[in-house]
């Protein structure tokens, strides 16, 4: 199986930019979809982005279209999300996940195997 670890999150002013990584270890990501989710306080998880196991397609929620993009380096092992733009209402524990094969539900379900441990982002206004 796939083991996860997310890094990058931090605290950063409003209309800051991060770069979130996810790098994979045990398996080679190339065979998972792969996305990105964050939970606020208080609040349920959430889709961020998806993106497919070539990364040919890639998907985003409406709250961070235009301001956000998920790549992916299967030579590394790795998957981004780059952050631009961004508001204090991003702020939350950013995690990514990773499913083999098709997503039941969709690419933005939370119906994914492998979870990492989740990177904090904070922006203050």
């Known amino acids: 199986q796939v083991q996860l670890v997310e890094s990058g999150g931090g605290v950063v002013q409003a209309g800051g930019s991060l770069r979130l990584s996810c790098a994979a270890s045990?398996?080679?990501?190339?065979?998972?979809?792969v996305a990105w989710f964050r939970q606020a306080p208080g609040k349920n998880r959430e889709s961020v982005s998806a993106?497919?196991?070539?990364?040919?397609?890639?998907y985003y929620a409406d709250s961070v279209k235009g301001r956000f993009t998920i790549s992916r380096d299967n030579a590394k092992n790795a998957v981004f999300l780059q952050m631009n733009s961004l508001k204090p209402e991003d702020t939350a524990v950013y995690y990514c996940?990773?499913?083999?094969?098709?997503?039941?539900?969709?690419?933005?379900?939370?119906?994914?195997?492998?979870w990492g441990q989740g990177t904090q982002v904070t922006v203050s206004s």
């Open positions: 993106i497919s196991a070539r990364g040919g397609t890639t």
């Open positions: 996940a990773a499913e083999q094969g098709i997503v039941a539900g969709g690419p933005l379900s939370l119906n994914y195997d492998y």
């Open positions: 045990g398996r080679t990501l190339s065979l998972y979809a």
